[in-house]
């Protein structure tokens, strides 16, 4: 069974930076995207970044545009965000998502068929 194991959540103050990790185990699984998301409480689950696995093109939502960067390593199934300049609005559970399918809107959470169980990000003010 494949599954996604995210990495990298934790405590940082506003304008600190984390790093998350998302890498893809078990059988074999045809990657065309990863993707993360992001869960405040009280919130709808939101798109944060996705990266095309073959091509690379990136897609960043308007909030995370120039603070975060979304990348892959192929060879190893895994997916990083980058994440700097955080603010207390980015407070979240940030999971990652992987997706099996050529086609789907990237940005779109129903284009994805396998989910991690998700990492606490928590900023400060």
């Known amino acids: 069974q494949v599954q996604l194991v995210e990495s990298g959540g934790g405590l940082v103050q506003a304008g600190g930076s984390l790093r998350l990790s998302c890498a893809a185990s078990g059988r074999s699984f045809s990657i065309f995207a990863m993707s993360w998301f992001r869960q405040a409480p009280g919130k709808e689950r939101e798109f944060v970044a996705a990266?095309?696995?073959?091509?690379?093109?990136?897609y960043y939502a308007d909030s995370v545009k120039g603070r975060f960067t979304i990348s892959r390593d192929n060879a190893d199934n895994t997916v990083y965000l980058q994440m700097n300049s955080l603010k207390p609005e980015d407070t979240a559970i940030y999971c990652c998502a992987a997706s099996s399918s050529l086609y789907g809107s990237r940005i779109n959470e129903r284009t994805y068929n396998l989910w991690g169980q998700g990492t606490q990000v928590t900023v400060s003010s």
């Open positions: 990266i095309g696995w073959n091509g690379g093109r990136t």
